[in-house]
């Protein structure tokens, strides 16, 4: 599948090299394809191509938006003349900003999100939110010794919301929980900044939520 990958920081790089790996066609969205220190972030990724975020949209079958919440907005409006109508887009990001201590802090919440805003941003993709609340290392074939964490995806398009299920499935998720509409990517961006002083608390980044069932099902 053309996969349209848009940020080229930790998550934007986990998610295309993913995706690289399981066989797809990955163009990276950037605000500088020809900067140096772009090329440099992306060497890992053999086979990836990398050009300006409304270059990767114009043929992509699926999108992925991996942007700090500064540059939702910027990215969005560049990416939405180009994005085929209909397109699924997979919202990766948390609304956050470093607060007086350096520790996030929600710009927007409870009567909205940044899943909401993309949405609106981009009226005619199907934005799904998920991959959101853990580290970007983790979102790849997260392997945790006590048991698969648990995805939380939500959505308002419910095939596109499938089709991100799938890719979480492909990209080594197996418990993946389908949460509802994309208003609820206003508790999911909330659970991202918990999840950051769980992983102060704990003392390390390598953690994930995991919803425990009573029994099988
Ligand atoms: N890092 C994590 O572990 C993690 C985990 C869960 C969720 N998230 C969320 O996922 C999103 C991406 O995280 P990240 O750590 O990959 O982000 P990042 O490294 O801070 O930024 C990703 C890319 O966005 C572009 N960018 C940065 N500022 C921008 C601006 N003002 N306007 C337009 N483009 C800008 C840059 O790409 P170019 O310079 O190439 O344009 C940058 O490489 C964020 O919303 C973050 O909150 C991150």
Redo the contacts with the bound molecule.
Sequence with gaps: MRIAV?????????LAGGLLNRGHSVAV????PE?P??VA?LADLQGVSVMA?RDAAKTAELAI????????S??AGEITATLPPGTTLID?????RPGPDGR?VLVIGHDDS?AEMLQRLVPGAHVVKA???????D?VSPGFPEGPPTMLVCGDHEPAVQQAIALCRELGWTDILNLGGLHLARLTEAL?VL?VYSALAAGS?DVAFRLIRRADN
């Design positions: 848009f940020g080229t920081g930790a998550v934007g790089c986990a969205g950037t605000r500088a900067d220190a772009v972030r975020h938006f991996a942007i700090p919440f500064d540059g939702l910027a990215v990766a990001c948390d609304p956050e996030p940044g991959f959101n609340i853990l580290a970007a290392a979102m991202s999840w980044w």
